[in-house]
């Protein structure tokens, strides 16, 4: 009975050294999230997070994250901190917060942190992306130019104005076929864009309006659509960064798998370019540009991902809460037809002609400050730590600027929540980045780059549906109470997809 005893205390023994570093390690984790989070003065504040995990339960409800972190603004203040895992989120909510965030503290939060579910490396997003680069480099810099310099330059932009009218024509030409049917508005814009964007990058249509159309470009548009499901989804590698090389729920292994996918179909097409690129009779591309710049394949695939979805997801989601918007308001719908019929002499709404059409360009601005498509930008991470608004940002946190709720706040705006576009006509505001009441593009040098081509897109789109067609519900229905709930996926999307039956205008 003795031996029997003494093995067994061995045992218990044996049992108490192995768990006493695990339980150690534990109280460390504890003591050190609940000391660092609860009772440091200086970090912004925030509901008091749990143990180990954080405010994570603080969040649930990610399909509406916006209105969240919004109402915790209202409680806690224009910055506010949470905890997530190990990790800390500021989220600013104000004029001045995202002044300091955007402007006297760009070069210190303008960092980034890439998604642990990313297909790429950062290493390799250094040398090939415009959107997750770690810091703003000299490649980051060097991507940039070209991009500016072959796409989004005012040269260039005009360049390629008959190409995007001849789109919405063909956009116009299928409505038309469609007249008196019930039309998912946001399909047929997101087709449209789509093709905008690839003649651009790759002088080719990929997609057409109908699912059995050009099938690699709806392969394309359904894989890029999961691929950033899978990036953007809640990962607990992002909240405990030290479990990312197990990858738990799988997500890079997904998106690694997806990312091939798109690049399997993209090959086959940069090739075929790679040996015509020193032809000089022909017109030369934004891929043309990469192939020239010594772009590898890989660099080339990572920029077309983001270019892609930067560039359609967004400006088609404006045009559907536009439109959505314009439905629900009679008075200003027919404000804007009447300002085109009075303002354009020809038959078609040209890009020439946005300039003289202020009350439309008054209506997107209005929608942009309502329904900001991407509510809290891309998130910026700190190199360093800093003082914003008397508080002290940690180093390595995460932080947004939640335009959505900045958009919406009776302190800087009268009656928010009514469109009224009237407030933009006569008023020097616009959305370059100067005005931090009003950044649905950003500001700073994490701005978006695409601004000059949306502010393009939107309105020509805006003028033309309205321009061609009278509009309606489906079953009469009355267009006041249309459903304006929104969802936040990638994008501030319509959380009921806009449906409207098109008559052609004589």
Request: charged fraction near 20%.
């Amino acid at each position: 009975m003795a031996q029997i005893s003494d093995i067994q205390g061995n045992n218990d023994l044996l049992l108490l050294i192995f768990l006493f570093p695990l339980l150690y390690f534990i109280f460390k984790l504890v003591v050190k999230s609940w000391f660092s989070s609860s009772y440091s003065p200086r970090i912004p504040p925030g509901p008091i997070p749990w143990p180990i995990i954080g405010n994570i339960f603080d969040l649930a409800g990610g399909k509406m994250l916006h209105i969240t972190l919004c109402n915790l603004a209202q409680k806690y203040g224009p910055l506010v901190s949470l905890k997530l895992g190990t990790q800390y989120l500021v989220i600013g909510s104000s004029p001045s917060a995202a002044m300091e965030i955007l402007k006297i503290h760009d070069k210190i939060l303008s960092a980034h942190r890439v998604p642990s579910a990313a297909p790429a490396t950062q290493a390799e997003l250094n040398q090939a992306s415009i959107f997750w680069t770690e810091s703003c480099n000299d490649r980051w810099k060097f991507i940039r130019t070209v991009l500016r310099n072959e796409m989004l330059s005012g040269k260039v932009l005009e360049s390629h104005a008959n190409l995007r009218e001849k789109k919405i024509m063909e956009m116009v030409v299928h409505l038309r076929a469609n007249e008196g049917q019930e039309v998912k508005v946001k399909e047929v814009v997101y087709a449209t864009v789509f093709n905008m964007m690839s003649n651009i990058l790759l002088s080719r249509d990929l997609l057409g309006f109908q699912d059995d159309e050009l099938a690699d470009g709806g392969l394309v548009k359904g894989l890029l659509k999961r691929l950033t499901e899978i990036v953007s989804a809640p990962n607990v590698s992002d909240f405990y960064p030290v479990l990312s090389i197990l990858d738990l729920q799988g997500l890079r292994k997904k998106s690694k798998e997806l990312a091939h996918r798109v690049q399997a179909i993209w090959d086959p097409i940069i090739e075929e370019k790679r040996k015509g690129v020193a032809d000089s009779l022909r017109s030369q591309d934004f891929v043309d540009s990469l192939i020239s710049n010594g772009y590898t394949n890989g660099q080339i695939n990572q920029l077309l991902m983001e270019l892609f979805n930067a560039g359609t997801d967004t400006s088609t989601t404006t045009i559907e809460w536009t439109m959505a918007e314009l439905m629900r308001n009679p008075k200003s719908l027919m404000k804007v037809r009447e300002e085109i019929g009075k303002e354009i002499s020809e038959d078609f709404p040209k890009e020439s002609y946005l300039m003289q059409l202020p009350y439309l360009q008054a209506c997107v601005k209005e929608t942009l400050r309502l329904h900001p498509p991407v509510p809290f930008l891309l998130p910026h991470r700190a190199i360093e730590s800093c003082q914003v608004l008397s508080y002290t940002i940690p180093k390595n946190a995460q932080i947004i600027t939640n335009v959505w709720a900045i958009g919406r706040d009776p302190s800087f705006w009268d009656e928010p929540l009514k469109f009224e576009p009237e407030r933009f006509v006569n008023s020097a505001m616009e959305f370059k980045g100067n005005e931090f009441e009003f950044l649905p593009f950003g500001s700073g040098r994490r701005m978006c780059p695409g601004l000059p081509l949306a502010a393009r897109i939107v309105p020509l789109f805006i003028a033309s549906l309205i321009h061609f067609f009278n509009w309606s519900l489906p079953h009469g229905n009355n267009p006041e109470k249309l459903d304006m709930n929104e969802k936040l996926d990638a994008t501030l999307q319509m959380n009921q997809p806009l449906v409207l039956i098109p008559t052609a205008r004589k």
